[in-house]
C-alpha cells in the first residue's frame, strides 16, 4: 500500500502541471502586455542577464551539434528572428512620458504570438512524447523535427528579448541613463 503513494502523487503533480499551464500562460499573456516604467538598472540588468543567456545557449547548440546536425544553424536563425520581431516589436511599442518618467507598454500581438509559439512548442512535445513521430535517426530528414524546433524557439525567444531590451537602453533618456 505505501508503494503506490509515489506514483499517485507522481501523478497528482502531473495533473496539477496540466490544469495550471493554461493559466501559467495567461499570466505570461498579461505581464507581456502591461505597462512598464523604463528603469536603466532594470534594462542594464536583463541585457547582462540576456547576454550571457544567449552565449550559453550558443555554446551548448555548439556541443549539441556532436549529435543533431541542425542544431547550431537553428538557434542562429532563431536569434537572427528574434532580432528582426524585437525590431518591430520596438516600432510598435507605446512609449510615454509621465512625470518624469519613461513608460512604456509592449505591443499585446506580439506578446500573444510569443505565448503562442511556446504553448505550441509544450503541444508538440507532448504529441511527440505520446509517440506522434517516427524516432530520429540520427541525421535524416527527422532530424529536424528534433532538437531543431527547441533550439530555434529558444533562438527566437532570447534574439527577441535580446533585441528588445537592446532597444529599451538606446530609448533611454540620457539623464535616466546615469542613474
Known sequence: MPLLVVPAVLLGLVLLWLVLLPLGLLLRYRSGTRQRVLRAWEVKLALATLLFATALALAMALLMQLWWSHVFAATC??????????????????????????????????????????????????????????????????????????????????????????GLLRRLPRRLERL
Do not use: N, S
Not at 528582426?84 to 511599442?93: P, Q
Not at 513608460?103 to 505520446?130: D, E, F, K, M, S
Not at 541525421?139 to 525567444?157: I, K, Q, V
Open 77 to 166: 536563425a532563431g536569434l537572427a528572428g528574434g532580432l528582426a520581431l524585437a525590431i518591430a516589436g520596438l516600432r510598435l511599442t507605446r512609449f510615454d512620458r509621465i512625470d518624469y518618467t519613461v513608460r512604456y507598454r509592449p505591443h499585446a500581438g506580439i506578446a500573444l504570438l510569443l505565448t503562442l509559439l511556446v504553448a505550441a512548442r509544450i503541444a508538440w512535445g507532448a504529441w511527440r512524447l505520446q509517440g506522434g513521430a517516427a524516432p530520429d535517426d540520427g541525421d535524416g530528414a527527422l532530424a529536424l523535427l528534433t532538437a531543431a524546433p527547441t533550439a530555434l524557439l529558444a533562438g527566437l525567444l532570447l534574439g527577441y528579448h535580446l533585441g528588445y531590451q537592446w
